[in-house]
């Protein structure tokens, strides 16, 4: 895989020739031709001159396809009826490109940052440093900055998702070639202990090559557990505790005496253990797992720490003085060897008292563990206040640059992660809550058909229920599985609660919430694992009830649910025991798959409008979480950019976003990455609660009738194809890998909430990756260009108005840029050979004509309001990469389709079901957020 023939489109690394850009990217070109080469020379070695040539020819051909030179067919050709063993081979090459690929954008991004810096350039937009310009020029009263950050939070949630398949040890080589690659970066031949860098890479090419990039049996939920948990050694641990600190002495150099930020406003979350919506694999043990192991994770780096720190920390009380505090902290320790050593001693009093700890919370104990007979820590205030002793201590005697070090970052580390590491929460369905609810009342006699009862009916009993001390079963209730199954997992997070603090599992989220019934009935789940009791004088509420709005209709009645919800004096009192804070999620996808692209948007930056309005009225902090994917039509696209686009008073201080699949390794398996992605959610964040980002300032109703307009034309004809064309869903299904999706052994989560055939029911992601998979991509596009396209023709100077918009309204720019992006990685000509999957003519013409000249029109009516012919012209980076490594997708995709052929006509063939598997994942790799 080396370099073809001097072309207007290289093979590898290139993009277009232009005066600008070209050499700038030279870098990345040579570091691509080396990572390729290594790739190519490693096939030849391992699978023969054979496999070679074809990985070659198959090269070749794609960008003989890019450059129109051959028909798509001829390449297509180059692959039929190849034998499977030679096709695992080709797929596997293609992928590793793609993930070597990756290696080096991302070191190119650092460059180019290395670049701007020595150059003297201002900081680059999402940076802090930049935030921190914009802050200081727009005179903020210290008051309102003090009150807007009062709770502030961000947090990424991380998710499971089928698409993020990759095996440890293929994570742990990428990391390896990617620190190689940043030494090369910064000129050097050899690593520190001597060894040669590029046959370092080879060795570990190899290894790559010779790993398995994926498991042969379905993913369990234990395996998604341990690949959320690896970012943590791999960047949270060393990039979350240090970005906490700089914000936090950033903001209070500014603003000294307002205690900003005295609670870490960076904090991670998770889902995968906790989210058990339509998924049956979640039990009690599970939720046990996935908290004990979370827990395990961060006692186990905080043993690292101290025992380093009992290394380093070797002061002798005969050269330095001590504080009374200190003395008092070591004296528990009576070890003769350190007698003259306090900090030892203090360090190993923590220690042992650590090690009771793990002892008394962890089901699996870690290493370094040191046992002196002493009590565990009730909480991490304890914990940590024996490390601010001796941080206190070495300040008081002028090793304040002693504290500063390791001892600083592990204090900032149990700030963040306490003895929970991150927070769980816990999903389910309203419709599965409402069926346990209704079984819980009939078997205490309280109602005999819950189900049966009118809304306002159902709002007064179950408050009632709430508003009592006494529960609605005992131990000897014979119940259903289905809710002794509910009643266990949510007993399992009360343990966690009560083992591990608050913050294990912070939130209860109801998926399809579409009423003030659908709140309460989680709340009574709660009351009943002892997680909510509001009738002593200390309402008990560790637990938020958090509404996901996830549908059009949802979105629009989202805020009048809360408001009827927080008239309600027993919800309110739930509200203030937790500070007046209430958090609601917006659900991108289902939002997405329900009404489409603009639809979606729209509606949730009017459902957003809504709900800040309602937190004004109603005297509450808002909290919004957003229900992202990696992908455009999951909410995907630029976090920062995402972030400027929300309505004013919509961020105020708080965010909390889900990561999910490959994207999460994208940004956050790598701790330069890391620290980069959570400063740009970082920075978005303060910009858009401390500073007026819309720009639309008195013209603000004028520009949202004109969306509330488009979205609804958008909507309709969104729906004429998704949910009115008859034969769609079988379209859907012949031309998408949509059924292999849950058929192989991908996630652990079924790809519908129930049995059925209903867009409607298809979970959200393997909804978008099919689409992404055919390179189709219709979920980040479809309907608009209809509706851009209708309403400009009914008046000439409609398009002035839409230039206007995508000028001074960041919503409207990111929502053209994020399906810019989307339209550049689509290929119809891609998609027309998914299409021949489909067995009936007419079925096919009538949805796949659709789909292309929809595509065609999007793509013009985007030229026109943006005046650009580039679809990525505001976006370089991605321009890049679409350039780089799209050709490259081609045979995965020719090779997908040769594949599903097969494996639908009775193909029986393990490796054929193992060929589809590792093209999903090679493709997924390649776009980096396809689902």
Not at 246 to 259: M, N
Request: net charge negative; with cysteine.
């Amino acid at each position: 895989m080396v370099d073809g023939p001097d072309t207007t489109l290289e093979p590898i690394g290139s993009v277009h020739r232009t005066p600008v850009g070209r050499d700038a990217t030279e870098p990345m070109r040579e570091d691509i031709r080396l990572l390729g080469a290594i790739l190519g020379d490693t096939v030849r070695e391992q699978n023969g001159e054979a496999v070679f040539d074809l990985v070659e020819r198959a090269r070749v051909e794609s960008f003989r396809v890019r450059r129109s030179e051959i028909d798509r067919a001829e390449l297509a050709g180059l692959f039929g009826g190849i034998d499977i063993h030679r096709a695992i081979p080709v797929i596997r090459a293609f992928t590793h490109f793609a993930l070597l690929a990756n290696v080096a954008e991302d070191i190119h991004r650092e460059r180019r940052r290395a670049v701007h810096v020595a150059a003297g350039e201002p900081p680059q937009d999402s940076s802090l440093a930049a935030t921190y310009l914009k802050l200081d020029s727009a005179d903020l009263d210290a008051h309102a900055v003090a009150d807007a950050l009062t709770g502030a939070l961000v947090s990424p949630v991380i998710t499971a998702h089928p698409t993020e398949t990759r095996r440890r040890t293929i994570f742990d080589t990428q990391h390896r070639i990617t620190e190689l690659m940043r030494l090369r970066l910064h000129g050097h031949t050899h690593t520190e202990d001597g060894r040669d860098i590029e046959i370092e890479l080879r060795r570990h090419i190899l290894t790559l090559w010779q790993t398995a990039l994926v498991r042969l049996s379905r993913l369990k939920i234990s395996d998604e557990i341990e690949t959320g948990l690896r970012y943590y050694p791999a960047a949270f641990f060393q990039v979350i505790p240090q970005v906490n600190a700089e914000v936090r002495d950033a903001l209070q150099a500014r603003w000294p005496g307002t205690e900003l930020l005295t609670e870490p406003i960076l904090r991670p979350g998770s889902w995968i253990g906790g989210d058990r919506d339509g998924n049956p694999n979640v039990t009690a043990d599970v939720v046990r797992l996935a908290t004990g192991r979370a827990a395990y994770t961060a006692l186990a780096h905080y043993f690292t720490e101290i025992t380093a720190l009992e290394e380093e920390l070797s002061m002798s009380a005969r050269l330095v003085k001590v504080t009374d505090g200190l003395t008092a902290l070591a004296d528990a320790c009576h070890e003769p060897a350190r007698a003259d050593e306090p900090y030892r001693r203090a360090l190993r009093v923590i220690h042992a008292r650590l090690t009771a700890t793990a002892q008394q919370i962890l089901d699996e104990q870690p290493e370094h563990q040191l046992d002196l007979g002493l009590a565990p820590y009730p909480t991490p205030v304890e914990f940590l206040a024996d490390l601010d002793t001796v941080d206190a201590s070495l300040r008081a005697n002028g090793s304040a640059v002693v504290a500063d070090d390791r001892l600083a970052r592990l204090r900032e580390a149990v700030r963040v992660f306490g003895f929970h590491l991150s927070g769980l929460d816990m999903r389910q369905n309203s419709e599965v809550h409402e069926q346990v609810i209704a079984e819980l009342l009939s078997w205490s006699g309280v109602h005999a058909d819950y189900a049966s009862l009118p809304e306002a009916d159902r709002v007064e009993l179950l408050a009632a229920e709430i508003s009592t001390r006494r529960p609605l079963i005992g131990e000897d209730a014979d119940l259903s599985e289905l809710a002794r199954k509910e009643l266990s997992i949510v007993g399992a997070a009360a343990r966690a609660v009560k083992v591990l603090g608050p913050q294990a599992v912070p939130n209860y989220i109801i998926s399809m919430c579409q009423s003030v019934s659908d709140m309460l009935e989680a709340a009574v789940l709660l009351k009943e694992a002892g997680l909510l009791n509001l009738t002593g004088p200390q309402p008990y509420c560790p637990v938020g009830i958090v509404p996901l709005f996830e549908t059009i209709d949802d979105l629009q009645r989202g805020s009048s649910i809360l408001e009827a919800a927080l008239d309600l004096p027993v919800y309110r009192t739930m509200v203030a025991c937790r500070g007046r804070h209430q958090e609601v999620m917006l659900g991108y996808s289902d939002s997405n798959k329900d009404g489409g692209y603009l639809a979606a948007n729209w509606a949730l930056y009017r459902a957003e409008l809504d709900l800040v309005e309602s937190a004004r009225k109603t005297g509450i902090r808002l909290r919004l979480f957003h229900g992202r994917g990696g992908t455009v039509g999951r909410g995907g696209g630029p976090s920062y950019d995402a972030i400027l686009a929300q309505p004013p008073g919509a961020v105020n201080g708080s965010l909390r976003i889900t990561e999910q699949g490959e994207v999460i390794a994208a940004k956050y398996a790598e701790p330069r990455i890391a620290h980069r992605n959570l400063e740009t959610l970082l920075a978005a964040t303060l910009e858009s609660t401390l500073l007026d980002v819309e720009g639309l300032g008195e013209e603000a109703e004028p520009a949202y009738r004109v969306l509330d307009e488009l979205a609804a034309r958008a909507q309709r004809a969104y729906a004429e194809l998704v949910h009115e064309t008859p034969g769609f869903v079988d379209y859907f299904k012949a031309s998408t890998p949509v059924s292999e999706i849950g058929a192989l052994n991908i996630g652990s989560r079924p790809t519908s909430r129930k049995p059925t055939t209903s867009i409607a029911d298809l979970r959200a992601i393997p909804w978008v990756l099919a689409w992404s998979q055919s390179r189709v991509m219709l979920p980040g596009w479809y309907g608009t260009g209809t509706a851009f396209e209708e309403w400009v023709a009914e008046d000439d100077s409609r398009l002035a108005v839409l230039q206007d918009l995508y000028e001074r309204w960041p919503f409207f720019r990111t929502v053209l840029s994020n399906m810019a992006q989307v339209l550049a990685k689509a290929d119809m000509g891609l998609a027309a050979r998914y299409s021949e999957l489909v067995d009936d003519d007419d079925l096919r013409a009538r949805v796949f004509d659709k789909i292309v000249a929809e595509h065609d029109r999007t793509i013009r009516m985007h030229r026109l309001i943006t005046g650009q012919d580039d679809l990525l012209a505001d976006n370089p980076a991605l321009a890049r990469s679409v350039f780089n490594r799209f050709p490259y997708l081609e045979p995965l995709n020719h090779l997908q389709v040769e594949l599903l052929r097969r494996y639908r006509s009775g193909d029986t063939d393990e490796l054929v079901q193992r060929g589809i598997l590792l093209t999903m994942s090679g493709l997924a790799t390649a776009l980096r957020n396809s689902g």
